[in-house]
C-alpha cells in the first residue's frame, strides 16, 4: 500500500515534471518498455492510456496541432519547424539503412573466383617468364621484346571482368535501394487539429493519432485507443 491508501500498482510512475530537461513526460526507453515487450502491468502502473497522452501532450480527441511549435521557453518558433521538439526527444519514423556494401567490397568479391584467380596466377607466371625472355643475355639483338604481352592481356581482361561486375553489382544495390524507399513510403491517415489528414508514414511523430481501416499495414509501434476489434 502507498503512503495515501491507494494501491502502488494503480498509482501513476510519472508526473508532468519527472523530466525536467524536456518538454515530455516520458522519454523515448520509457514508451519502448511499454512496446517491447508488451507490458500492460507497466501501462497500468504509468497511468494508463489517458495518462500517457498527457504526458506527450497530445489530446486523443483532436490529436496533435499541425502548427505545434517548440515547447521550449525561449526558442524562436519562426525558425523551429513544426514537430521539432518531438522529433529530437523521440526521433523519426525512419528505420536505419541497411548497410550496403562499398564499392571495394564488391570488387573483392567480384575477384573471388576460383576462374579469375587461376587465371591471375597464370598471367603473373606468363609475365614474369616474358620479361625474363626478353631480357636474357640469350635473346636475339633483333627480335621485338614482346614476352610480357600474354602475361599482361590476361592481367587487363581478368581486371575489366572483375570491375564489370562490381559496377554491375553496385548499380543494382543502389537501384534495390531506392525500390525500398519507395515501398516503405505511403501514406496514413491521422488525426491532426480535428481533421483527418492524409500524410507520409515518415512524417508520423510519437503522440500522432493514427486512424485506421480494415486491411491498413500498422507502421508503428502504438496504444490502443478505442475503436472495433
Known amino acids: 500500500m502507498s503512503a495515501n491508501g491507494r494501491d502502488s500498482a494503480t498509482t501513476p510512475l510519472l508526473s508532468d515534471s519527472a523530466h525536467a530537461s524536456g518538454p515530455f513526460g516520458i522519454d523515448s526507453n520509457e514508451l519502448a518498455r511499454l512496446i517491447d515487450p508488451k507490458n500492460p502491468e507497466l501501462l497500468k502502473r504509468l497511468g494508463g492510456v489517458s495518462r500517457i497522452c498527457t504526458l506527450l501532450r497530445v489530446d486523443p480527441t483532436t490529436g496533435l496541432s499541425p502548427d505545434e511549435q517548440s515547447f521550449e521557453i525561449g526558442v524562436?518558433?519562426?525558425?523551429?519547424?513544426?514537430?521539432?521538439?518531438?522529433?529530437?526527444v523521440f526521433g523519426e519514423n525512419v528505420l536505419p539503412a541497411a548497410k550496403s556494401?562499398?564499392?571495394?567490397?564488391?570488387v573483392w568479391e567480384a575477384y573471388n573466383d576460383k576462374t579469375l584467380i587461376m587465371l591471375t596466377i597464370a598471367a603473373i607466371v606468363s609475365l614474369a617468364v616474358g620479361i625474363w625472355?626478353?631480357?636474357?643475355?640469350?635473346?636475339?639483338?633483333?627480335?621485338?621484346r614482346i614476352g610480357w604481352v600474354e602475361g599482361t592481356a590476361i592481367l587487363v581482361a581478368v581486371a575489366a571482368v572483375v570491375f564489370t561486375n562490381a559496377t554491375n553489382d553496385y548499380q543494382k544495390e543502389i537501384q534495390f535501394k531506392?525500390?525500398?524507399a519507395k515501398k516503405d513510403d505511403r501514406t496514413v491517415k491521422v488525426l491532426r487539429g480535428?481533421?483527418?489528414?492524409?500524410?507520409?508514414?515518415?512524417?508520423?511523430?510519437?503522440g500522432d493519432i493514427l486512424l485506421l481501416e480494415p486491411g491498413d499495414i500498422i507502421a508503428v509501434d502504438a496504444l490502443y485507443l478505442e475503436g472495433c476489434v
Open 178 to 180: 531506392k525500390l525500398n
Open 194 to 206: 480535428g481533421k483527418e489528414n492524409q500524410i507520409s508514414v515518415f512524417d508520423l511523430n510519437v
Open 76 to 88: 524562436d518558433a519562426a525558425k523551429d519547424k513544426p514537430f521539432a521538439d518531438r522529433r529530437r
Open 101 to 106: 556494401k562499398s564499392y571495394i567490397e564488391l
Open 133 to 144: 625472355e626478353d631480357y636474357s643475355p640469350n635473346h636475339p639483338q633483333d627480335e621485338p
